[in-house]
T-cell receptor, first 113, second 115 residues
Framework: DQQVKQNSPSLSVQEGRISILNCDYT??????FLWYKKYPAEGPTFLIS?????DKNEDGRFTVFLNKSAKHLSLHIVPSQPGDSAVYFC????????????FGKGTLLTVNP | NAGVTQTPKFQVLKTGQSMTLQCAQD?????MYWYRQDPGMGLRLIYY???????DKGEVPNGYNVSRLNKREFSLRLESAAPSQTSVYFC??????????????FGPGTRLTVL
């Protein structure tokens, strides 16, 4: 039973345009959500997070939106750059889970020059 | 600061062999984690240690054991390796409940092949 779902295995966008990566979750106990970025042959690195008490968090070119009623979050990258090409993982946790993360399967983003 | 380090980077084993993957962090974090990443499967939690002296099973613990040697080090042991354990293994650490927003910091990974 997959609790965090990233239904798009891949996404391709042009440099300068917006990239939108989506994530759905099924466990209503999740109260904290994170996005990680992973380059080949490296470990994942933290990108941005959002608490369930908020609906938006912004950090430079990256914005995460949370729609609790729909159990859906999205990561917007504006403008997209070739260096953003990587696999993006959505992850979720709740305090009662000992802060364990549950990851989605990832979305490979390719930004074309 | 090196962050989270893992050794070895690569390893090839034969079925039935044993080995230990080492992980160390220098961020004074209380919590440490072991994940595996398989193609199309995302990262799945094998074991975690919420604090020194405690360990608990994650989503896919079968075939593995762990040791939290001290606050810095958390090792993962395969007693009798199987081809199904071919994967990339990541160690991570965190300091839950702090202003770091529960971010986990990951090591560079160990790529393990079991023949």
């Amino acid at each position: 039973d997959q609790q965090v779902k990233q239904n798009s295995p891949s996404l391709s966008v042009q440099e300068g345009r917006i990239s939108i990566l989506n994530c759905d979750y099924t466990n209503s106990m999740f109260d904290y959500f994170l996005w990680y970025k992973k380059y080949p042959a490296e470990g994942p690195t933290f990108l941005i997070s959002i608490s369930s008490i908020k609906d938006k968090n912004e950090d430079g070119r990256f914005t995460v939106f949370l729609n609790k009623s729909a159990k859906h979050l999205s990561l917007h990258i504006v403008p997209s750059q070739p260096g953003d090409s990587a696999v993006y993982f959505c992850a979720a946790m709740y305090g009662g889970s000992n802060y364990k993360l549950t990851f989605g399967k990832g979305t490979l983003l390719t930004v074309n020059p | 600061n090196a962050g989270v380090t893992q050794t070895p980077k690569f390893q090839v084993l034969k079925t039935g062999q044993s080995m230990t993957l080492q992980c160390a962090q220098d961020m004074n974090h209380n919590s440490m984690y072991w994940y595996r990443q398989d193609p199309g499967m995302g990262l799945r939690l094998i074991y975690y240690s919420a604090s020194e002296g405690t360990t608990d099973k994650g989503e896919v613990p079968n075939g593995y054991n762990v040791s939290r040697l001290n606050k810095r080090e958390f090792s993962l042991r395969l007693e009798s390796a199987a081809p199904s354990q071919t994967s990339v293994y990541f160690c991570a650490s965190s300091e839950p409940g702090t202003d770091s927003y529960n971010e986990q910091f990951f090591g560079p990974g160990t790529r393990l092949t079991v023949l």
